[in-house]
């Protein structure tokens, strides 16, 4: 980047990330645009990081108010946070998801000077938790996210195709990335679930009804009953927690009520801990039916474990062995493909995780998305330069114009 910017992130709940994609990618980016020397700030909603204000990793989180209600949080802190960052003239704002970008219109016709992007996270509309009206409006974002930015950044190559075809718009194409982990030899977290190494498969995820958890205790539960040789004292531990969504916690954990002892719900981890269970399951599964470019994926990845996900277009961005795909939604096959991985010769898994994590280093690498954010910020900025010189040649020739009739 040529020179530094005062750039703010709106949309995410905040930083630290505590917990959700969009918040570990945004804390990510911003520490690492932050030590590059431009001034970040990351908005946060005050139930979220807690403080005002505070550095962290150089970033400042900045908390607002929100109306805490499902429909009304996003929104109503995306609207507080745009009126705060036009005021304190930032150089670029930058809205994370298609709700947030529903504003994107505001900086553009109230401070034409700053560049607006958007980065398309996910397909949110087609998330289950969302109602009719609620999809209507997001579709609105879509829209949006597309037509009042500068540039729009897309997460997947799947979502970029989505938006060349349903709204004719052009994004780049950046995607989510991850560190690049080492595994951690300490067991101490393993120790408060009563876990071994290499006896459990990962699952992490918000437990939302689109991340599909339903279907893989279903799976695991008719496994361990049918195939009780195959799976021995493996055992399924379930990383993460609910979001407004209290009923689809309970009825999991009630599914689950009979085989206490071998489905582990760990809650929501983070740092050291989330680290060692990655680092010493056998196996990660994502079942997810929707998503946008999963991060959970990714560090699973990151980790050298052979991941097992559904057929989406997201997953088969990452996953192309087929003998670690299953069939959106089907139970049965998704058993099959557990059955099939876990008979694996273990050179054959240590051989697909390590592919996995090559893939990971060699494509989703966090320096060459900072640098392309960058460019993104500053290709923005030349094409706002390049319209007010247009803007101001239109005047200047009116001008003239009018000189010429007065004469």
């Not at 052009?170 to 977290?189: D, F, H, M, R, W």
């Not at 893989?216 to 927690?241: H, Q, T, W």
């Not at 680290?275 to 079942?287: C, D, E, G, N, T």
């Not at 039916?289 to 559904?310: A, H, K, R």
Request: net charge positive; hydrophobic share 40%; aromatic share 10%.
């Amino acid at each position: 980047c040529t020179h530094m910017l005062k750039i703010a992130m709106i949309g995410q709940k905040g930083i630290p990330a505590r917990f959700g994609g969009v918040e570990t990618h945004v804390h990510d980016l911003s520490s690492r645009l932050a030590k590059l020397g431009h001034n970040v700030t990351a908005y946060s909603r005050k139930w979220y990081t807690k403080k005002d204000t505070a550095f962290i990793n150089d970033v400042l989180a900045k908390s607002l108010p929100s109306i805490r209600t499902k429909h009304l949080d996003t929104i109503s802190h995306t609207f507080l946070a745009t009126i705060d960052a036009i005021n304190e003239e930032y150089d670029v704002i930058h809205y994370h998801g298609v709700g947030p970008a529903l504003l994107s219109w505001i900086p553009r016709l109230f401070a034409p000077e700053i560049t607006v992007i958007t980065t398309f996270h996910s397909i949110d509309r087609k998330h289950a938790k969302w109602g009719t009206f609620a999809k209507m409006v997001l579709t609105v974002g879509e829209w949006m996210t597309g037509k009042f930015a500068h540039k729009t950044i897309s997460v997947s190559r799947t979502i970029q195709q989505y938006m060349r075809d349903v709204y004719d718009v052009k994004t780049v194409y950046i995607p989510n990335g991850v560190p690049n982990y080492s595994k951690s030899t300490k067991l101490s977290a393993l120790q408060t679930w009563n876990l071994q190494p290499n006896k459990y498969i990962i699952a992490v995820s918000r437990l939302i009804k689109h991340k599909g958890i339903h279907y893989l205790i279903l799976a695991f539960k008719d496994l361990k009953l049918k195939n009780p040789e195959l799976l021995k004292d493996m055992k399924l531990v379930i990383v993460g927690d609910g979001y407004y969504t209290d009923e689809y916690v309970s009825s999991l954990k009630e599914l689950a009520k009979d085989f206490s002892d071998s489905i582990i719900f760990t809650g929501f981890q983070s740092g050291d801990t989330l680290k060692q269970l990655f680092s010493h399951a056998h196996m990660m599964i994502h079942p997810s039916d929707q998503e946008g470019l999963p991060i959970t994926v990714l560090e699973g990845m990151s980790f050298s474990l052979p991941v097992l996900v559904s057929d989406i277009p997201e997953h088969r961005e990452l996953i192309t062995d087929k003998r670690f795909l299953f069939k959106r939604s089907n139970i049965e096959n998704l058993k099959e493909q557990i059955k099939q991985v876990l008979s694996l010769d273990t050179d054959k898994k240590i051989i697909a995780g390590e592919r996995n994590k090559k893939l990971v280093h060699d494509d989703y690498n966090w320096d060459t998305i900072v640098h392309n954010t960058e460019q993104v910020y500053e290709t923005g900025k030349i094409l706002e330069i390049k319209k007010h010189q247009k803007q101001s040649i239109y005047l200047q020739s009116l001008r003239r114009l009018k000189s010429l009739r007065k004469m």
